[in-house]
């Protein structure tokens, strides 16, 4: 609530309303919605109050969005910073590094069956569709967005941030601070014996390090009417001590698990090695990868001890979503500069194989992939994917990218649309490669 209203600068009621299906609030709804969210726009908080008397307060800080913040009122650990961007006016300055379109980025398509696939992603009003942009060749072709939204609205990725983690230790690999195959350097697994020694950078991201929490995710979670340990990530204090905390379960790289701890530790690396270089770790996304790529809107938000939890915590407007989508259809270059390291894209892009081993070839290096053909779309398409059915799709065989982002209440009737959408898409778009 606290990142709509303002972030996202929606209507109070309207974010609300909008914010989960009614399933979704059945499932919680016993544990920690028993009041009406309020929204203190003098100290620019939300709060809520649980059925066991727990307030819990939201509080938007600027540069960093919204935190949750701490339960004792010790308040944050670290000072919140603006983010500079060091970009030109966006208005002035063509796409993809500004807003001025291409007159003739879709010349040789037909008109009508491209309004008819843009039209599609919306579906009926209940889907909820905010944004849905596709480029072709790198231009944009389509667009169109809905209540609430318009092309500069920074919209709630979800867990399409955990590619945004991805990328982060990607630019960290191009520099040569990283290698994908060295064991994680995390600080509290340096003991003598500590089994964990042998995670390497490599078993982190592919979402199989071996570490043991209870996650919904998991094909063998039984809700036993506790707390997830995976939302510990999103309510906790210190994300990062949380997750170097965590006991192994299996030995890593052998089996795939959907859990937040993995993408965390990503985002601890990045911290502790733009710290030890003397950088500025708040602003170092917007510099390192977001300036490079004409990204303008990114809020990264983070917890009481500044630390990003952008596997789930992130908002981008949509077309910066596509210019990150373009980023990895080019490989990882940009206007002719490598930002990515060679053959990053395709280890992301590439079933892990700790989950092929499972049987579920759906999830590369912190981005999921198409190997259970679940969208009318080639086998090579992979994508970024949040919460709610947010996506940043890249189709490499037809050189599109094509983002869908909308209010989670909207999730199932949205599923219908995008796939109908994406299946107009094909029938338009032919393959180039």
Request: aromatic content about 10%.
């Amino acid at each position: 609530m606290c990142s709509a209203v303002f972030v996202s600068g929606l209507e109070p009621d309207f974010a609300q309303a909008t914010l989960a299906d009614d399933n979704a609030l059945a499932a919680v709804g016993h544990r920690v919605k028993s009041a009406e969210p309020i929204i203190d726009r003098e100290r620019r908080e939300v709060r809520v109050t649980t059925k066991n008397g727990l307030t819990r307060t939201a509080r938007y800080i600027g540069g960093q969005g919204c935190v949750s913040m701490p339960l004792d009122g010790s308040g944050l650990t670290f000072t919140p910073k603006p983010v500079p961007r060091n970009l030109p006016d966006a208005a002035a300055t063509a796409w993809p590094m500004g807003d001025k379109l291409a007159t003739d980025a879709a010349k040789g398509l037909d008109p009508d069956k491209l309004k008819a696939v843009v039209d599609a992603a919306f579906g009926t009003e209940n889907a909820l569709t905010q944004a849905f942009v596709i480029t072709w060749k790198g231009q944009i072709i389509g667009e169109r967005y809905g209540a609430g939204a318009n092309q500069n609205t920074p919209l709630e990725g979800y867990s399409m941030g955990k590619s945004i983690s991805a990328s982060l230790i990607g630019v960290l690999i191009e520099k040569g601070v990283y290698r994908l195959d060295q064991p994680a350097p995390i600080p509290e697994w340096q003991g003598a014996g500590d089994k964990r020694q042998a995670i390497r950078i490599r078993d982190i991201l592919q979402m199989s390090s071996g570490l043991r929490i209870r996650a919904e995710q998991d094909p063998d979670y039984v809700y036993d009417g506790k707390y997830p340990d995976h939302w510990y990530y999103y309510t906790g204090d210190n994300a990062f001590a949380y997750a170097a905390s965590r006991p192994q379960q299996w030995p890593p790289g052998l089996v795939g698990r959907y859990r937040n701890t993995d993408p965390v530790l990503i985002n601890y690396m990045v911290r502790l090695a733009v710290e030890k270089r003397g950088e500025d770790y708040l602003t170092f996304p917007q510099r390192a990868l977001f300036d490079k790529i004409g990204i303008r809107s990114a809020v990264l938000e983070t917890d009481a001890n500044g630390n990003f939890l952008t596997q789930g915590y992130n908002l981008m407007a949509a077309r910066d979503w596509a210019r990150l989508g373009n980023l990895y259809l080019q490989d990882g270059v940009w206007q002719g500069k490598r930002i990515l390291p060679e053959g990053f894209t395709k280890f992301v892009s590439t079933p892990a194989p700790a989950w092929v081993a499972d049987g579920r070839p759906v999830y590369g290096g912190l981005f999921w992939v198409n190997g259970d053909k679940k969208f009318p779309i080639p086998e090579d398409a992979y994508f970024m994917v949040g919460a709610g059915e947010q996506f940043t799709i890249m189709i490499p065989s037809h050189d599109l990218v094509v983002v869908r982002i909308g209010r989670y209440a909207g999730h199932r009737p949205s599923q219908a649309a995008l796939r109908k959408s994406l299946a107009l898409l094909m029938e338009l778009i032919p393959a180039t490669k």
